[in-house]
Each structure stands twice: as structure tokens, then as C-alpha cells.
């Protein structure tokens, strides 16, 4: 069974039509997104995360046909115009990329975390709180820390909403 | 892609109501977290769907104008972390549902989802039943209301007929106001885990001394379980160490913890008494008691 | 001058965009799925097998059992080919087996058009087993009379050394001796990316094998060996790879999907293993068991070590056989002036095959013998540092096993950083006379490591230089990044050598066997200095040749000339630039009489294994009513030699730091003694530690020159996930007085253990 499906993905609208049966994970990736990786397919990795309406979520453990009606975004809609974005040029810097499997789904993880507090000066146990989602066996965790204080120390004042 | 053999969008809470008694071996989908994992592992008997992941008329938190506090069944834990309402009077629910998992599944999971799979680990459960709350259930003959206590009727069941729909939760002004409560998770990880053993207090003081204790165990019996005999034990009681060693040596008599691959009984117990001192003594503190 | 400088690496801006493609992203038209059929038993034999189902089920293409498969035997480990078959590795493996040896095990595999059928497929197969008697741990399996898993028996292998004296004499008159046993997990890798492999026919005769892999060119020569095919009818590429940690140094599903491709005429035919399967079927670590003795005297002096170990290599050899010998022979660096005795035993169980996971034996091994140094200090009343410091290796010692001298070696000075930082002497005066719920202690242990596997294996390295017609070089290299930035450290040297910017090298990061210069993977922290040899000398030929055409070029001698910052110049002017290097490509491959692609290429061999070391230090809490540990500071000192990329060596010691916190505290799969049955095989079972669980991560290097190697580096991938075990252990007794001679450390351990001492 199929269902129309429109949604917003990186800033473009579809249309398209899915298996029921379809993960977000696998509708995505048959678009392309092949940032969105698999690591354990039942919400346990996080290497799959994506943001939905600006939450992050785990796309292989949600119906592709929730999609409808949402803006999702992915690692490789983060850059643009051929520049990164603040958070993956923090990675970059900050030297928390190695094996890259993790990366893009806590890139999300970290955009998300890094909009909803602009300009709050945030402790690293908040930090690790909003990432404890996403595992990763390459960093030990600490230069991604790192990437995202970077990150918040770079922005402006901003208004900010509650802590997840 | 999920091995999914029969899917159902349902457009409203009757229609599910419908949808369920129509189709045998259904069951509802709603935040996902458990459902989709369950047929990952091959479960067939999660093979057939109704779908009320959109039923927004599920979702939403407020107070009645009595003061009591409605939680919408498919309000999610981020929803309920986030509320003002619940943070304000009944902090310990969104302490506890913060302690599930990580960003990502609380995001999406959902409080009534956590409710109805019957998990005898279920981080939202021992602070709802602190706060005794009341189930708004709908099935094919209306609305009812039960309380969360005994609800659960064993790992994994809960009283819920096949065809009904947990709508929402109620907690009532006089089982939150002067409450102070606390949950502790006592797991093998800080967080992306299962209790080993959860503990939650709600402590209500009368002058010096502990008015009520409201003590939940989850994982300590086969279903989560109100600690009669150590609740007694606290009743009347100064705050001193030795309410808690009383309270600590009461608990015994509430819980039936089990060895399994994953704990032995003895280090259950041990931890059980230690955590019912521990956090009784955080709720008494934040009552406003001292020691 | 890019080696010392922490430049940004190469595929930094591929991962973060997302754009970097694993595996499973290079899909192909008409990819077959093939699924398994697992053992739910730890052991016994199939008696009936029945795939009728199965192949009745509507996009089913094909039912393999362990009936249809070649009957020939071969090994999985990741090591380079033996001249010398008494060193061969250990062939016990089919690509399906009839005798089940662990829960979990091949007996046929499915092959469908799409995932959900292919496991639908794999749960109509029907099975029946004879079930034979289990035997899980060490004392189990090597029993008189306990069931063969292969027909030689259990034991797969006994090593025994003794070096540096007698050590029963030293023990007859030591001051004083400790003795003790400790026993250490069976962990997994958890790389993030699971085993995924795909083959293909792209003629009637030649398989492409693309894998998840550490090691291309050992995958081509033992899917050869499965197969029976040459050598040359196998090709292997390597996309980018989510992790390894030794887990890739292993065959695992190649020979498979080229076995289903060659039956299925050519088509495309993939595994893509689940998380679950990963755990269960790729490999583990070896789980230890150890009896251990150290002698001290009052003088202070570590006077010898004596070391039984039983290590569990599970249902098959794959590195089995060679581990205990790397791990115990390189321990031997680290107290070079005392007597050890080594006696070393790997065998057979019904548990998941172990194989090679980072630092190879080593920190089970170091494991026992830090707690042991541990405990002969205190003996002798002296400081844990301060003897350390008495006793560990110093540059000049000489190993007392091979006789070979150490070049280089800084721990005396690592262990003193780390006693600075930590101010170890006010803290733990601080912690003395504790009686509270919550106690703090402080712990130290130092290891040494090798760099590479000679002179056990073969150290060949090959790298391939071209000069591209904009003056930016192209280097291939037979080395293997699997995310530890090798490529970039690559790039440095070649930078470093060749006066280009790092920005004008680019590194071939995916492998390819048919194109790719020889090399035998990414294992044993080997990469960095093998391959630095073959960059060198083929930097210095492409140097000299691009010379000897500025020379054609400009008349000048190319004596004369240099190559500084991509430019043409007089070496005693070098500010001045005589020509751009972009010129002079374009004039090489252009000019219609002179020059040619300029490329240089080299192969060498390297017959050196320096000693590398180092030290953890933690400070910690461990709440007694709740048996918890919380580290308060924890970090590593390092002598790697130089520092070829500060920012990256530093993500390398938080990584493995993470990974030893884990084995020390958390993790450990579980399985039952009596059916092999495996409890926790998945991610929410089995405690990896999350951002939550990690604590701040901290580094220091002590740099020395390594005389023998090309840019001066010794290893440093896999060595700090060595110490911070034992350091933890260590802390652990200083808070609470209580030994605790096993890990993980978990609260059930911990419990058990308080309990015992009555502190509970």
C-alpha cells in the first residue's frame, strides 16, 4: 500500500509516493540523502538522526508517511552555495570527525541543540544531555563537545527555548 | 522497511476505536518507539497497524478549572519535559520522562505509549502513580476513567481492552499540591537505557515530621508497585536517618525483585533499600524538609 | 613544514556534508539481498535441513546450505601471507558449517530481490540440530574429556617464554611476592558502521568484491583461497569505512557474496549485517583469564613477573593463535631489567570467534600486570609512580627477550607529566582516611606497545606520486583510512618532502586492489610508520624528477634548484621563484619534445618494530551504597615518537581512552555458562557508553625522534586504549581499600566484591 506523502526536505518541496512500510530512513535515502545512515535500526545509534520541524528524531524507527506535512532536514542540506554550515565547519575545526559514520546524524543533532540556544551559555553536561542520543566509538565524545562549544561561543545574543 | 501486513490511518479516536474492533490482531502505532522496534526483531503480532500518529485532538496539556492537570495520551516526553504546567506541579513527571532514552526518542515517544505497552521499566509510571493519576480511557461504549494504580497487570499487559484507546491522564489538585518528589533511575548508563531499578518519591510534610510518603518501585516486581509497608514506615515520622533506615528496611516487604541475566536479587534488593532511602530523603528536601 | 602542524583532514568536509560514500551508498541496479540462516543453538550438528519454504516464497532466488558450499577450509585473520607454513593461519572455516559452534553460527544463506524477503525467506528455512554439550569458559573447554569444536581438540595454541633471569629463583628470594587472578570480558568493537560487503561480475571471469574493510589486498588473496580462483580474478575496493578497530581486519562476508555473485551469474548480491548479527557473528575480544605473580624487593625494584593466561578465541581461530604471542612479547618493553615468565593459552569455546580489536591482547595482558605492579608496590611500601618510575624502561635499555635496544623511549618523563598534572602527591594525601558513602582515589599504570607486526608478519608498504598537469600531486597509497586520518598524515609527508602545500595533495582514498599499490591494511598502529618510508622515497624521486625538468626547462643545473611552496627556485635564493610548479607540469605532459607524466612510485620493506608508551592517570569517586564509579580526571600521556598531526593524534587517545572506559566499567556481552545462549547482542543490552557516560578527556604527548622511522613517529592508533583499565582498578582499591581483580567494574561487580569486604 502507497501514500502521497508532501513534505519539505532540505528547503524544496515533494511529493512523492510511499510505502506504508517505508522507514523515514529508507524514503530519504532512496532520494539520495545518503547522509542519513543506518547503524542499528531501532533508535538505539542515532546515526540515522534527522530533524523534523527542527526536532531531531531517529528516521528508522518513524513511518516515512509521518513525514507528511513536515520540513525535515539533512546533513547535506546543512551546507550551501558550497559553504558549510557554523556546526559542520565547528567539526571541521574542532577535529571531531574521524570514522564519519556518526557524523552526519550528529550534525543534526548538533543544529538543533546549537539553534535552540543561541547565545546561552550552556555547561558541557547540557551538552552531552542533548547528544546522549548519538554513539559514537571513534571521539570518545570530547572534540565533539568541543565543536559545539565553539559554536556557541561564536553567536550573537539570541532568545532561546526550553533545554532539549 | 517494516514487514507491516495491514495499515490503517486512523482520522480520529473513534475511528481508531473502530478500526481496532474491526480489525483482529490490530493494534495502535503512536510515537513508534516501541511498535516499529518490536517488528524490526520479527514480531508478527506487530504486523497490523492503526496508525494515530496525527491525532492532534490526542495531543495537549492543561489545567481544568479545578486545577487538575490533563496530559493528552499522545503528548510526547519532550512536550511534557517542556510544559510549564507539569514543571510547576509536577516537576517529577518531567524529571522522569527526561531520564528515557535520549533527544530522539523523546522527541516522538509518547507518555500514553509508555502507559499502555506495560513495561514494568517505564520511566513516566512511578511519577504518575505518585500523583495518582487517572486514566481517561475511550472504547466502543464511551468514555471511562480508572486509575494508573493497578492498571498494570503484569509484564507487559495492562487492563485495556483491544479496542480501546487511552486518551489522557489527569492528576488531581490533592495528589500534587504540597507534594515534594523526586525519581531516580538506577541504570548501567546515564542515559539510552532501561531502568535496573526506578525509584520515585513524593514526600508531603506536616510540620517537622513526614505528613504521607508515596513510595513507587518500577522493576522491582512484576509490576510496578506502591510500597505500602515502607509508606507506613515514613508516616508520622521526624526527619532523621533512622525514618530512612526504617523506610530502607520496610521496602522489603513491597518489592519481589528477581535474579535475571541482567541483575541478581540480592543486588536488586540492596539497591531498592538504598534508593528508598535516598530518594525519599530528596523528596522530603524538596517539600522543604531538612535532615 | 606540514608534519607537527594539525591541518585539517582530508575528508573532513566529505563527512560532515554527508557526502562521503560508505559502502551501502554505491548502490547498483538489480542488487540482490542474501540473509542467513543462523544457529539458535551454541552448539551441535544439523541432522535434517529443509529449504522448500524458503524457495517457494515469491522473489527468493536462491537457497545455499553448508551441503552446497566448497568443502575446503580456510582462515579469516587480516595478516599478510606466511612463506613459512608452519607460521600459516589457522584454516577452520567454511562458508557454512553443518557442526554449529556458537549461537549464531552459518548454516545457509537466502538470497532474494529485497531485504523483508530475504529474511522472510531465512525464518522458512527449517532446521533440526543434534545438540552436542556446550562448553563456554576456559576451565569448561579444556576439561579432560569436554567436546571438540575441530578435530585437533580445544586448545589451539600454549606459548611460554621466560626472559630477563630465572624467575623461579627471583621469586625464591624476592622480598616480597603478590599473587593474584583477574579476568577480563568478551567485548565488541560497536564501529558504527556494520560489516556490509557486495560482489559483482563485471566479465565472465573477474569478481569486484566492494567491502567495509581494513585490509583490500589480504581480502583478494583469501577470497582467492575460498574460492579456489587466482589471485588475479578477484578485485577489492574499499569505500570510505565507518570504523574498524580490528573488527575489519578480518574476512568475514567477502568470500560469501563473491561465492553467491560466481553462482548467480554475475549479479549483484549483498550482505548488509545487522547491528544484532554484528555482535554475535563478526568478532570479538578475547575474554582472559589470568594467574599472575610479581616479586619486589625493599630497594624498590620490580624484581620479576610471572604470567598464566587462558585466552577464548571462541568458535573459531581467527587471530586466536597469534594475539597472546604479540601481546605478551611486546609487554617485554615495559620492565626491561626485571625477570618475566610467560605462559600463554588460546582455545576453543561456544562463544562468538574472537579476532583482533585494538591493541591486540595487549590490554588484557597489560591489564593483569599493572594490577599486579600495582600490588608490588604497595608491598614494599613505596609510592605506585615512584615505582614505577624505579623499574620501567628507560632509552638504552634492551629488551630481554629479542636483545634489541631501545632508540627511543620517554615514559619515565610521561609518568612524571602525569604526576604534575594530576598533583598526585597533595590529592592523594587528600584521600587518606576516608569512611563516607562517597570515597576518591587516584590510579596510574604505564604500558609499552610495538608499531607493526615484524618480525612475526611481513612490513611492506608501497605509495604512487603524480604530478597532475596543475602542479597539485595525486599520492595512492596501499594503506587503509578507516577514519583514523591516515591519509592525512600521508599528505603531511608528502608535503614535508616535496615543498607543496598539504591543500595540493590529493590522497586516493578509496582502495582498489587492480590500481592500488600494495599494502597490507590498517592494523597494528603500523600505518603511519610503514607507509612513511615508501611517501619518502617516492617524494624525493618525484622531487628529483621534477628538477631534472626545471633544469630542461631553464638551463639551469638541477643541482642548483629546489622546490619550496609549489615554486621553482635557486636553492641559495629560495625566496625568488624561477618557475611555478603548475608551469612546469603543463610543459611536462605538453611540451612536444621533453618530459613525460611525471610519477614516482615505491614498495619497502621495513624490518625495525620501535617500542612506543605511555601512562593513564585518573582521579575518581566511587559511591560504596550504590557501586558506582564516577572519574573525576582522567587523561593519557604518550610517547609516540613525533607528532605527526597534534589535533588528530589527540582525537586518537580520547577514542581509545572511551573505548578502555567502557571495558573497564561497562561493557561486556553476556553469556550463559551452560548453553552458550548470548543475552545482550544488541545496543541497549549491551552498555557502550553514551555522551553521558564519558567524562572529560584528557592528553599529553612526550615527543622523541624515532631514529628508524621516515618522519620520526612510532605507534599511537590503538595504544591508549591500554591503561586506563588498570589505572581505573588501581583507583578504584586507593578509594576503597577493595581489590577488585576483574572488569568490567559494573555496580553488579562492584556489589559483589563490596559485599565480600563488608563494606555493604
Not at chain 1, 529508507?26 to 523534523?52: H, I, N, P, Q, Y
Not at chain 3, 587466482?230 to 574499499?238: E, F, G, H
Not at chain 3, 604527548?701 to 622511522?709: L, Y
Request: proline share 4%; net charge neutral; with cysteine.
Amino acid at each position: 500500500m502507497r501514500k502521497t506523502v508532501s513534505c519539505t526536505i532540505n528547503g524544496r518541496a515533494y511529493t512523492l509516493s510511499v510505502d506504508v512500510r517505508q522507514s523515514l530512513l529508507d524514503m530519504l535515502r532512496e532520494l539520495g540523502l545518503t547522509s542519513v545512515k543506518e547503524g542499528c535500526g531501532v533508535g538505539e545509534c542515532g546515526a540515522c538522526t534527522v530533524l523534523v520541524n527542527g526536532r531531531a528524531i531517529d528516521s528508522c524507527i518513524y513511518l516515512a508517511v509521518w513525514a507528511h506535512g513536515k520540513t525535515i532536514r539533512t546533513a547535506e542540506g546543512e551546507a550551501a552555495d558550497g559553504r558549510m554550515s557554523a556546526v559542520q565547519q565547528a567539526y571541521v575545526d574542532a577535529g571531531a570527525v574521524q570514522c564519519g559514520f556518526c557524523t552526519p546524524g550528529l550534525i543534526m543533532t548538533s543544529t538543533a541543540f546549537v539553534e535552540r540556544h543561541r547565545g546561552r551559555k550552556v555547561s558541557r553536561q547540557e551538552i552531552r544531555r542533548a547528544h546522549a542520543g548519538n554513539l559514537c566509538r571513534c571521539t570518545g565524545y570530547e572534540t565533539i563537545i568541543r565543536a559545539v562549544e565553539k559554536c556557541l561561543g561564536r553567536q550573537a545574543e539570541m532568545p532561546s527555548d526550553d533545554g532539549d | 522497511m517494516f514487514a507491516i501486513d495491514y495499515y490503517q490511518q486512523a482520522e480520529s479516536v473513534a475511528q481508531a476505536v473502530a478500526l481496532l474492533a474491526a480489525e483482529p490482531g490490530a493494534r495502535l502505532v503512536a510515537g513508534g518507539t516501541d511498535v516499529l522496534i518490536r517488528l524490526r526483531e520479527g514480531r508478527g503480532d506487530y504486523a497490523r497497524l492503526v496508525d494515530i500518529n496525527g491525532l492532534e485532538e490526542l495531543r495537549g496539556i492543561g489545567l481544568a478549572d479545578d486545577g487538575t492537570l490533563r496530559i493528552g495520551a499522545l503528548s510526547t516526553f519532550r512536550q511534557v519535559m517542556a510544559s510549564d504546567d507539569v514543571r510547576r506541579l509536577v516537576p517529577v513527571v518531567a524529571e522522569a520522562v527526561g531520564t528515557a532514552g535520549g533527544p530522539q526518542l523523546r522527541n516522538v515517544a509518547t507518555v500514553g505509549g509508555n502507559i499502555c505497552n506495560g513495561a514494568v521499566s517505564a520511566d513516566s509510571v512511578g511519577a504518575l502513580l505518585v500523583h495518582d493519576a487517572q486514566l481517561e480511557i475511550q472504547g466502543p461504549e464511551g468514555r471511562r476513567r480508572t486509575p494508573l494504580q493497578g492498571f498494570h497487570t503484569g509484564p507487559g499487559r495492562v487492563a485495556l481492552a483491544r479496542d480501546e484507546v487511552l486518551v489522557a491522564l489527569h492528576i488531581r489538585p490533592r495528589d500534587y499540591r504540597g507534594f515534594g518528589a523526586a525519581y531516580y533511575k538506577y541504570a548501567m548508563r546515564e542515559a539510552m537505557d532501561i531502568a535496573t531499578i526506578g525509584c520515585t518519591a513524593a514526600v508531603r510534610l506536616e510540620g517537622e515530621a513526614i505528613g504521607e510518603l508515596r513510595l513507587v518501585f518500577t522493576v522491582a516486581a512484576p509490576t510496578p508497585v506502591r510500597c505500602a509497608h515502607a509508606e507506613a514506615a515514613a508516616a508520622g515520622r521526624p526527619l532523621t536517618a533512622e525514618t530512612l533506615d526504617a523506610v530502607a528496611a520496610a521496602v522489603a516487604a513491597d518489592v519481589q525483585p528477581r535474579t535475571s541475566w541482567r541483575a541478581r536479587q540480592d543486588f536488586r534488593l540492596h539497591i531498592i533499600r538504598t534508593l528508598a532511602a535516598r530518594v525519599t530523603r530528596r523528596a522530603a528536601e524538596r517539600a522543604g524538609g531538612k535532615f | 613544514m606540514a608534519v607537527g602542524k594539525s591541518v585539517t583532514r582530508k575528508d573532513a568536509a566529505a563527512k560532515v556534508t554527508g557526502r562521503a560514500r560508505y559502502t551501502d551508498d554505491l548502490p547498483m541496479p538489480g542488487m540482490r539481498w542474501a540473509c542467513y540462516v543462523r544457529s539458535p543453538i551454541a552448539h551441535g550438528r544439523v541432522v535434517r535441513i529443509d529449504t522448500t519454504a524458503a524457495r517457494r516464497l515469491a522473489g527468493v532466488e536462491a537457497v545455499f546450505t553448508f551441503e552446497d558450499v566448497p568443502d575446503r577450509p580456510f582462515a579469516t585473520a587480516g595478516h599478510p601471507y606466511a612463506l613459512n607454513p608452519d607460521h600459516a593461519d589457522v584454516a577452520d572455516r567454511r562458508l557454512l558449517t553443518g557442526h554449529v559452534r556458537y549461537q549464531g553460527d552459518e548454516v545457509a544463506v537466502v538470497v532474494a530481490r529485497d531485504r523483508l524477503t530475504a529474511e522472510a525467506a531465512a525464518a522458512r528455512v527449517a532446521v533440526d540440530y543434534e545438540e552436542l554439550p556446550v562448553v563456554v569458559t576456559a576451565e569448561a573447554a579444556l576439561a579432560e574429556g569436554a567436546p571438540a569444536l575441530h578435530p585437533g581438540g580445544n586448545r589451539v595454541n600454549t606459548l611460554r617464554f621466560e626472559a630477563g633471569g630465572k624467575v623461579d629463583e627471583v621469586l625464591e628470594r624476592a622480598d616480597a611476592v603478590v599473587e593474584s587472578r583477574y579476568r577480563t570480558p568478551i567485548v565488541q568493537h560497536c564501529h558504527l558502521e556494520n560489516h556490509i560487503a557486495y560482489a559483482y561480475m563485471d566479465d565472465m571471469a573477474h569478481i569486484v568484491v566492494v567491502t567495509s574493510t581494513q585490509i583490500p589486498h589480504i581480502v583478494r588473496r583469501i577470497v582467492a583461497e575460498a574460492l579456489e580462483l587466482p589471485l588475479s580474478r578477484v578485485k577489492v575496493i574499499k569505500p570510505y569505512i565507518g570504523g574498524g578497530f580490528g573488527n575489519k581486519q578480518d574476512v568475514i562476508l567477502e568470500p560469501m557474496v563473491a561465492f553467491l555473485t560466481l553462482q548467480l551469474g554475475g549479479v549483484p548480491v549483498k550482505i548488509d549485517l545487522s547491528r544484532e548479527e554484528c555482535f554475535t557473528s563478526t568478532r570479538t575480544r578475547h575474554a582472559t583469564v589470568m594467574r599472575g605473580r610479581a616479586a619486589a624487593g625493599r630497594d624498590g625494584s620490580l624484581a620479576a613477573l610471572d604470567v598464566e593466561i587462558f585466552s577464548n578465541t571462541g568458535a573459531y581461530a581467527s587471530h586466536g593463535h597469534a594475539i597472546m604471542g604479540a601481546s605478551c612479547t611486546k609487554s617485554c618493553n615495559l620492565y626491561p631489567r626485571t625477570a618475566v615468565r610467560f605462559a600463554a593459552t588460546t582455545h576453543y569455546a561456544n562463544v562468538p570467534a574472537a579476532g583482533a580489536m585494538r591493541a591486540y591482547g595487549s590490554p588484557q595482558v597489560i591489564f593483569g600486570i599493572e594490577c599486579l605492579v600495582e600490588e608490588a608496590a604497595r608491598a614494599v611500601g613505596m609510592d605506585p609512580v615512584a615505582f614505577r618510575i624505579r623499574n620501567v624502561a628507560r632509552r638504552g635499555d634492551v629488551n630481554p627477550l629479542d636483545g634489541h635496544e631501545l632508540l627511543t623511549c620517554g615514559l619515565v618523563e610521561c609518568l612524571e607529566e602525569g604526576r604534575r598534572r594530576i598533583d598526585w602527591d597533595a590529592r592523594r594525601r587528600a584521600c587518606r582516611n576516608q569512611d563516607g558513602d562517597v570515597r576518591r582515589g587516584l590510579g596510574v599504570a604505564c604500558f609499552s606497545y610495538g608499531t607493526g607486526t615484524y618480525p612475526s608478519c611481513v612490513e611492506i608498504a608501497g605509495a604512487r606520486l603524480i604530478l597532475n598537469q596543475d602542479g597539485t600531486v595525486h599520492l595512492q597509497v596501499g594503506a587503509t583510512e578507516i577514519g583514523q586520518g591516515a591519509d592525512t598524515a600521508f599528505s603531511q609527508m608528502v608535503s614535508e618532502t616535496l615543498g607543496l602545500d598539504c591543500d595540493d595533495v590529493h590522497v586516493v582514498s578509496s582502495q582498489d586492489t587492480d590500481v592500488s599499490p600494495f599494502d597490507t591494511g590498517a592494523y597494528a598502529s603500523r600505518q603511519t610508520y610503514m607507509v612513511a618510508p615508501a611517501v619518502r622515497q617516492a617524494a624525493e624521486a618525484l622531487k628529483g624528477k621534477i628538477l631534472a625538468h626545471a633544469a630542461l626547462m631553464t638551463g639551469q643545473a638541477a643541482a642548483n634548484l629546489d622546490l619550496r611552496g609549489g615554486r621553482i627556485v635557486f636553492a641559495g635564493t629560495p625566496e625568488e621563484a624561477l618557475l611555478s610548479l603548475s608551469d612546469l607540469a603543463l610543459d611536462a605532459y605538453y611540451h612536444k619534445q621533453r618530459g613525460a607524466q611525471l610519477t614516482a612510485e615505491a614498495s619497502c620493506k621495513t624490518m625495525t618494530n620501535p617500542a612506543s608508551f605511555g601512562c593513564t592517570f585518573v582521579d575518581l569517586e566511587v559511591d560504596i551504597p550504590l557501586c558506582r564509579v564516577t572519574i573525576r580526571e582522567i587523561f593519557n600521556v604518550h610517547d609516540s615518537g613525533v607528532i605527526i598531526n597534534p589535533l588528530m593524534a589527540e582525537g586518537q587517545v580520547h577514542g581509545g581512552l572511551a573505548m578502555a572506559i567502557g571495558w573497564a566499567l561497562y561493557e561486556e556481552m553476556l553469556i550463559d555458562e551452560q548453553n552458550g545462549r548470548i543475552y545482550n547482542g544488541n545496543l541497549l543490552d549491551y552498555k557502550m557508553p553514551t555522551f553521558m557516560d564519558i567524562p572529560d578527556l584528557g592528553c599529553a604527548f612526550v615527543q622523541t625522534r624515532e631514529p628508524t622511522g621516515g618522519y620520526g613517529n612510532k605507534s599511537l592508533g590503538e595504544p591508549p586504549i591500554i591503561t586506563p583499565a588498570p589505572a581505573i582498578r588501581n583507583a578504584v582499591w586507593d578509594a576503597t581499600g577493595v581489590k577488585v581483580d576483574e572488569i568490567p567494574m559494573t555496580p553488579k561487580v562492584l556489589y559483589r566484591y563490596f559485599s565480600g569486604a563488608g563494606l555493604l
